[in-house]
């Protein structure tokens, strides 16, 4: 069993910053992807960014630029620091895991709150 727990959301203003974290507990891998994710009411769920293997990185081009994503494998915690944020970027975040070595992923966390408004 992998758990993942988000923090870090809240409320903030446009052109200001948070830092999302995610950390992971169970089994986890070195060798896996880790990424956020995000939903707004009525809108389908999409890839904000992704690590693999703490080194290679992928950005939504809505977000390059703004958004960094790192790994501290030693914590099996991910992070995502949001730069410059936008209204648009008003969402539930989501952490995921995914590892070849663990078949009964991906794993998905409860989601944090990310709201962007003067």
């Known amino acids: 069993q992998v758990q993942l727990v988000e923090s870090g959301g809240g409320l903030v203003q446009p052109g200001g910053s948070l830092r999302l974290s995610c950390a992971a507990s169970?089994?986890?891998?070195?060798?896996?992807?880790m990424g956020w994710y995000r939903q707004a009411p009525g809108k389908q769920r999409e890839l904000v960014a992704a690590?693999?293997?703490?080194?290679?990185?992928n950005y939504a081009d809505s977000v390059k630029g703004r958004f960094t994503i790192s790994r501290d494998n030693t914590k099996n915690t991910v992070y995502l620091q949001m730069n410059s944020l936008k209204p648009e970027d008003t969402a539930v975040y989501y952490c995921?895991?995914?590892?070849?070595?663990?078949?009964?992923?991906?794993?998905w966390g409860q989601g944090t709150q990310v709201t962007v408004s003067s």
């Open positions: 169970g089994k986890i891998f070195s060798i896996s992807t």
């Open positions: 995921n895991y995914d590892s070849r070595f663990n078949s009964k992923g991906p794993y």
């Open positions: 690590i693999t293997n703490g080194v290679s990185t």
